[in-house]
């Protein structure tokens, strides 16, 4: 029997405000939760002290660890490193590859154990047994014997790839932090904190623990091809063997660094040694003596070295994503790669190509999107803290530190410096539609101002001694806002004659503000977690309410001035549906600040970037659209019920022609309604549904 009006239309409210979803987005006058993802392949960089780095017998393919699971790969000698994300947030500390290239292992903590058949483009867990950390991993020629060691003595064993682990006895409680095995993989070495020293000649059948030499904690091992001479390294601590680790001597270093990492040559007379500081040591006669070599770098902390086997090409990994790279045997060093913070990125409207800039001159480019990036040389070391790039994507200023201004006309392939009259720190950078007309704003009330493309640069007169650390400027190059210390907003209606000051309603320190492109509506974020909005263009300023008390760095909003983001300390990002009357916290699933976003109205994309050259890019930035104003309406004939469904969809985007309706069947999945078309009022979809008896 068909069902009354009145209880069809119930029903269909029911269906329409709790249960029909909108290409997964509950179909609802409330805001769903917008769906942030990390997507894979963004993250450009890692920090955090690198656990370890190999490369095959070639030197041109190569992998790094970083803690958080992150794992960097070279195919060119480390010229350039890409990511490989990891199924795993445990710290990584080691990480072994056949001599294929294909086949390899990483170990870290609590027992983690990974392998890869492709190179690392793919990572797949194994089964140790163990809940306690691992710190090192080896395996011999075959790709199926291996060894690894780690905290509480322990030591596993694999016959078959990995596909099963035993425990071996090591006699020891002592945490274990490397192992080691000669090419016939009968031959093994381990060694550990308090000076623990550990031989096998049996494959690891029985391990015997030697006489302790010291009882300084020896951080790494390493021998020669032919199994006799080794060194192993420690705190001011170098020891030599001459009989396969039966008998060790102390070696003088001239050096009273923390040593990490060791490296021997095949020849039993070269090795290298790594440790904090910077510090690079040699030897070329079998350690009777070593000589100090140039690093480039007195703050980096180097735990792992490794060389090629033409012992001329070699690498250092340290912390903060430290990479050294050597192509003369070591006689002298640089930097291939440094984690960095990121603190600006700006993209063109085709979105494919994006600067990011950062640290020590740091600029980055990007031409696929973001998928890949280089650097770009800067000429400075400087700190650069923003960046902006005109339509054409060919002309772009870079500002940082004493009082560097960068120009490019030629899309970053080179960067000039522009005289800005001032040695202060600039913070932000912003111009017209024009690219003649823009502004930078500084430290102590700074505001730069330039009608030529920055050919010259002249002082404006702020009327502030304060920081500032944010601006943006309307396409018209005549209106303008500046936000800094104290609740500081400054704005302009002449080009910058005359910085009028605006009242915030706040006196925390402000750092980022966005205006849409009316130039009436804005908003402003900064410390504990403040948000300000104004729609008249900053004459009257009103708070919202974040929901958090992390400093917030940058807010951004798409073209329909209701949908935002905002990105702080910790990690933080913010997200709003109605304009910033509501903000929801959304996971970054990270803790490193957020300093910068870019949002592409296109794509619905956005580009985040901080601390540890973290690189965010967030899959559909804009979700599914929301609806409301759903009404059903019953439309009776002689043979069956039917019912309109009518909703308006809120988007940045125009409207798609069709809408798929699903709604919940006893709980148990989805079913699908049908598809609502567009009608002719345009602004409302429409679905014709039949119900089931």
Known sequence: MPMSGYTLLTRLFAILFCLVIIKGTALSGVPPNLPFTLQEGTLIGVGGFLGGGCFTAEGRTGWALNPDGTVLVTLDGGDTWQPQPSPTAAGLSSITFAAEGRTGWIVGQRGTILSTRDGGNTWQPQVSGITSSLNSVTFAADGRTGWAVGDSGKILATRDGGAAWQRQSSGTTAILNRVT??????TGWAVG????????????????????ITLSSLADVSFAADGRSGWAVGINTILATRDGGDTWQWQTSGSNAILMGVCAADDGHTAWVVGLNGTILATRDGGNTWEAQKS???????????FANDGLHGWAFGADGTILATHNAGHTWGTQWNGTQLYAVYFTADERTGWMVGDGGTILASHDG????QRQPSGTRNFLWGITFSADGRTGWAVGDSGAILATRDGGA???PQPSGTTTKLGHVCFAADARSGWVVGWYGTILGTHDGGATWQQQTSGIKSNLFGATCAADGRTGWAVGAGGTILATRDGGIK????????DDELSGVYFTADGRTGW???????????????????????????LLYSVTFAADRRTGWAVGEDGTILATRDGGDTWQPRGSGMRTNLYGIYFADTSRRAWLVGDELTVIQLSKAIPAPWADGAKADSIFNPIKTQVDISFSV????SAPVVWVLERVSDRAGWNKLGRAQASADHDRMHLLWTPAD
């Open 181 to 186: 095995f000669a090419a016939d993989g009968r």
């Open 193 to 212: 904190e308090r000076g623990a020293m550990l031989v096998t000649r049996d494959g690891g059948d029985t391990w015997q623990l030697r006489p302790p």
């Open 296 to 306: 480039g770098t007195k703050t980096a902390e180097l735990g792992r070295v490794h």
């Open 370 to 373: 973001g998928k890949t990036w």
């Open 414 to 416: 080179t960067w000039l």
């Open 499 to 506: 910085w009028l000051r605006q009242t915030s309603g706040t």
């Open 524 to 550: 402003a974020v900064g410390g504990g977690g403040t948000i300000v909005a104004t729609r008249d263009g900053g004459d009257t300023w009103q708070p919202q309410t974040s929901g958090t008390i992390n």
């Open 650 to 653: 809120h988007t940045a985007q």
